[in-house]
C-alpha cells in the first residue's frame, strides 16, 4: 500500500460487529468476561480498547513500523520511553527542541539519575564525544522545534548501532508524509499527534511506532502499568484526520515555501529558516531525507527587537497568536515567551531562540490571505 492510500486504510478494515465503515467509538471501559480470561481480546481499556486499537495499527501502518501505541499527549509518549531507562544512564539529546520535552528532562528524569547532554548534532560526528557505557538513548528532534535544524536520521543510526544504543525521532514536525525514520535506521518514533497527524487542533495526544517486538513489548508494559492512554473518543477525532493528513501536509508544504521566500525578500526581516533554502545548512539532508520541507518556519526582525516582535504578532488576524502548530489554521507563536520559556534564556539564546524569533505555523488557508496578514503586521 502507498502513503496516500496508508492514510485512509492503513491498519483499518470494516467493523466486525455491523460492517460500520467508519471505526466505531467504543465507549467503555470494561468488558464481558464469560468465565474469568474468557474475553474476546479485550478486558479494561488503560490496557486495550478497540478503537484505540485502530488507531495505533494506523499509526504503525504510517509509519512503516509493526506497533504502534496512543498516549495522552505527545510528553506522555516521551515520558514512557524515558521509563524505558534507570538511575545512572545517559541520554544524548538535541539541544534545539520543544520546551517541553526539554523541562520533561530535565525537571522530571534528571531528578531520578538520568543524565542529558544537550547537543547540536548536525554533524553526526559530533556524538562520538558524550558516547559512554552508560549512554542509552539518542534523542533526536528533526526538524527541530524552534530553529528547523535538520539533522541526518541515517547518519546519527549509524552511531546508535555502533555504540548499540537506542535511537528515538520526534518526527512530529515532519509527519510521516515528509519522512519516516524507522526506515532510515530509528528504532522508536515519536509524535506529538496533537499536530499534523490530527490536523484539526482538537485533540491532544501522542504516539510512539517501533518494529521490535521486544521493544514494543517494554513500551506496552509501561503504557498499561503508567496508564497515560487517550480515550476512545479522541482515538476516533485522530483517525478521522489522519486520513486526510497528505492532502493537507501537500498544501502546508507549499504555503510554507510561498512565504519562506515571502518573508526572505521582506526588507524588516532579518533571517528565515526555512529547510528548503539552498543555503540553509543542512538542506542537502533535507533534501535527502523529506519529501518537501513543511509547513512551519521561525524567522527574526532586524535588530532583535523584543517589543517589535511582541507588536507583529499580536497585528496578525488571520493568524492565530497561539501555542501548538501543525493545524488547518495559521498560528503564529514567540517561542522565548512561549513555547520555549521554560529553557533558561542564556540556553535558548545559544541555539538561536532570541527575543525577537516569531515561530509561523503555515495553516491551509488561501495564501493570498496568509501573506496579506503579514503584510500588514510586518509593515
Ligand atoms: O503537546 P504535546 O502533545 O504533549 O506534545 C509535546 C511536543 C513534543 N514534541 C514536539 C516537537 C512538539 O512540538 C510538542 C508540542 N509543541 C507545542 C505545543 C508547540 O507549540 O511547540
Redesign the pocket.
Known amino acids: 500500500m502507498k502513503f496516500n492510500t496508508k492514510t485512509i486504510h492503513g491498519g483499518q478494515e470494516p467493523d466486525k460487529a455491523y460492517g460500520a465503515v467508519m471505526q466505531p467509538i467504543y465507549q467503555t471501559t470494561t468488558y464481558a468476561q464469560s468465565t474469568p480470561g474468557g474475553h474476546k481480546g479485550f478486558e479494561y481499556s488503560r490496557t486495550h480498547n478497540p478503537t484505540r486499537s485502530a488507531l495505533e495499527r494506523a499509526f504503525a501502518s504510517l509509519e512503516n513500523g509493526e506497533y504502534g501505541l496512543a498516549f495522552g ?4 509518549s ?1 515520558d514512557a520511553v524515558m521509563k524505558l531507562l534507570k538511575p545512572g544512564d545517559e541520554v544524548i539529546s538535541t539541544n534545539d ?5 526539554y523541562r520533561l528532562f530535565k525537571q522530571v528524569f534528571e531528578k531520578f539519575g538520568i543524565k542529558f547532554h544537550f547537543i547540536g548534532m548536525e554533524n553526526a560526528a559530533d556524538i562520538e564525544q558524550y558516547v559512554n557505557q552508560n549512554t542509552k538513548l539518542i534523542w533526536v ?1 528533526t526538524p527541530t ?2 530553529m528547523l535544524h535538520i539533522i541526518d536520521i541515517q547518519a546519527i543510526a549509524e552511531v546508535s548501532k555502533k555504540h548499540n544504543v537506542l535511537l528515538a525521532v ?1 518526527n ?2 515532519a509527519t510521516p508524509y515528509l519522512q519516516r525514520p524507522l526506515d532510515l535506521g530509528a528504532d522508536i518514533v ?1 509524535h ?4 499534523y497527524l490530527g490536523g484539526h487542533s482538537d485533540v ?3 504516539a510512539l511506532v517501533v518494529k521490535d517486538k521486544e521493544l514494543a513489548d517494554k513500551l506496552y508494559f509501561i503504557q498499561n502499568a503508567s496508564g497515560a492512554v487517550c480515550g476512545p473518543q479522541d482515538s476516533f477525532l485522530m483517525l478521522r484526520g489522519i486520513k486526510t493528513l497528505h492532502v493537507r501536509m501537500q498544501r502546508h508544504c507549499e504555503n510554507g515555501k510561498k512565504v519562506a521566500e515571502y518573508l526572505a525578500k521582506h526588507p524588516k526581516v532579518e533571517k528565515v529558516y526555512w529547510p528548503g533554502f539552498e543555503d540553509h545548512p543542512n538542506h542537502e539532508v533535507a533534501k535527502k531525507q523529506m519529501r518537501d520541507f513543511g509547513g512551519m518556519l521561525s524567522f527574526t526582525t532586524k535588530n532583535n527587537d523584543y517589543s517589535e516582535a511582541i507588536k507583529i504578532v499580536e497585528r496578525l488576524q488571520i493568524f492565530t497568536l497561539a ?3 501543525g493545524g488547518v489554521e495559521s498560528l503564529a ?1 514567540h517561542p522565548a515567551s ?2 520555549h520559556a521554560s529553557i533558561p534564556k542564556e540556553e535558548r539564546e545559544k541555539t538561536g531562540v532570541v527575543d525577537s524569533l516569531i515561530r509561523l505555523s503555515i495553516g491551509i488557508e488561501d495564501i493570498e490571505d496568509i501573506i496579506a496578514d503579514l503584510e500588514q503586521a510586518i509593515g
Open positions: 499527549s505527545g510528553l506522555a516521551i527542541l520543544y520546551g517541553g520535552t528532534e522545534n524552534p520526534d512530529t514536525f515519536m506529538s499527534a496533537t499536530k491532544v495526544m501522542g501555542e501548538s502548530l507563536g512561549m513555547t
